[in-house]
């Protein structure tokens, strides 16, 4: 007998049993649909996703995109979505900033700073995410002064209505920048960043930032000590060193397991409904849901993009880890 007959013949009771457990369980969700179709059908109540075509007939306080009560639940889930992207994207830009910056100051030699940034990782990597988030909403952004008291600051206003940051307008044929500006009891012009929003970035991004700091420590401390003595030994010492020298080599190990924590933040998001801020779970998970009835598509649509979502953040990484080992070996 050959010996791929007989590796066949040995594995083949494996193959068959796996076989039959698939069948088993296409059969059960074969099953599980119909009979939910047919309760479905029985209770008169609508399937499928031709709500999505409906009048949303709702307002979103905060839409990246035209919407109005007019518009349809699907351009509802389009502004849901754009929501919480914002939202993953100012944490991952504002956690990752915080958290190099942590640390290279945990490696320093300034005890100091390295107390300080041992402090903050293990201070805010213990306590709960959604307490920091209420912190943060309900403790801080409630006590700012109201509109017509704004803190100013570079052409930025920031009040309990949210922070208000100059913002590109095009005007007459040319492009100017439009400042954020009180009047009354509101503020014309700028873009305003809702305070549900400051308060869900800054819990998200400070929370994290305490795991990426430890995961970018590990990463540096990784990189041969001999790398940062080449650097001195061209000239490059301190900051330049560390950013052009240690900083590439060390992302390319760091970035892996950082990706993990990125998706994490991500998922995280979802914790926007407890303080009102319109992303996918508030406005798909809770609105729509409410006001079709149809909960199994409106939470399989949530599912489907965090899903997305979190999927593109590790194709994002896995590229952007693939350009620095390319970089390497050049």
Not at 23 to 34: E, Q, S, T
Not at 50 to 57: I, S, T, Y
Not at 76 to 90: C, D, F, G, I, S
């Amino acid at each position: 007998m050959s010996p791929s007959r007989a590796l066949l013949r040995e594995r083949l009771p494996g193959y068959a049993g796996q076989a039959v457990l698939l069948g088993v369980v296409a059969w059960l969700a074969w099953h599980g649909i119909a009979n939910f179709r047919a309760n479905l059908a029985q209770l008169h109540i609508a399937s499928g996703f031709d709500f999505l075509r409906g009048q949303a007939g709702f307002e979103i306080a905060q839409a990246l995109v035209p919407f109005a009560a007019g518009s349809t639940y699907l351009d509802a889930v389009v502004v849901a979505t754009l929501n919480t992207l914002l939202v993953v994207a100012l944490s991952v830009l504002l956690g990752t900033g915080a958290a190099l910056l942590v640390a290279f100051g945990r490696l320093t030699e300034q005890p100091l700073v390295r107390a300080a940034c041992t402090v903050y990782v293990e201070v805010f990597r213990n306590i709960p995410l959604l307490l920091q988030i209420f912190f943060w909403y309900y403790s801080v952004l409630a006590l700012l002064p109201p509109v017509a008291d704004s803190l100013h600051a570079g052409g930025m206003l920031l009040n309990n209505r949210g922070l208000f940051l100059p913002w590109p307008h095009w005007s007459e044929g040319s492009l100017a920048l439009e400042r954020p500006v009180a009047e009354g009891f509101n503020v014309a012009g700028g873009v305003a960043l809702l305070p549900e929003l400051v308060a869900l970035t800054l819990g998200l991004a400070i929370y994290n930032s305490a795991f990426l700091a430890e995961i970018f420590r590990a990463g540096i401390q990784s990189v041969p000590r001999g790398q940062s003595e080449a650097a001195a030994s061209v000239g490059l010492t301190g900051a330049r060193a560390a950013w052009l020298v240690v900083l590439p080599q060390a992302l390319r190990l760091a970035l892996p397991p950082a990706a993990g924590q990125y998706q994490s933040l991500a998922k995280a998001s979802s914790l926007a409904a407890a303080i009102g801020y319109p992303d996918i779970m508030q406005i798909v998970g809770g609105t729509v849901l409410s006001q079709t009835s149809q909960a199994l598509e409106a939470m399989t649509l949530v599912v489907v993009l965090y899903a997305a979502i979190n999927l593109a953040i590790a194709l994002a990484v896995n590229l952007a880890n693939r350009r620095l080992l390319r970089r390497q070996l050049r």
